[in-house]
């Protein structure tokens, strides 16, 4: 049990990471737009047959963006729900659940790893 426990860690402590793989931009606005190269034999392939671009633009909106800002490698997801909340006030809640869901998106897509 004591194992378990110490080989658990709160969620909130890790501290996300972009991944160097992609290229991102940012406009007037302050949206954000994240680049990803369709590099590889399979995409290639689709590149052909369906027309698929060389370079695919995911575009986030304003919290997206400046959750994305916010993640420099040292804040936690602890600091980065507080600069939320500051930021956007009452309109960002329930702030840590939309967190939670929007780093799980960008884990997965493979935008961000976890240090910590």
Partial sequence: ???????SQNYFE???????KFRWT????GLVTIEID????FNRLLQKIAKKPPISYIH??????FVWKCIDGEKDII???ELVEEHFGDAAKPVYER?????????????ISFRK
């Avoid at 049990?1 to 080989?7: L, T």
């Avoid at 890790?14 to 160097?20: H, M």
């Avoid at 940012?26 to 606005?29: I, L, R, S, T, W």
């Fill in 99 to 111: 967190l939670v869901k929007f780093f799980a998106m960008l884990e997965a897509s493979g935008f």
């Fill in 1 to 7: 049990m004591a194992k378990k426990k110490q080989n």
């Fill in 79 to 81: 600091k980065i729900g």
């Fill in 60 to 65: 986030l909106d304003e919290n997206g963006s």
């Fill in 26 to 29: 940012q406009d007037d606005e």
């Fill in 38 to 41: 369709n590099k590889g034999f």
């Fill in 14 to 20: 890790k501290v996300p990471v972009k991944s160097e």
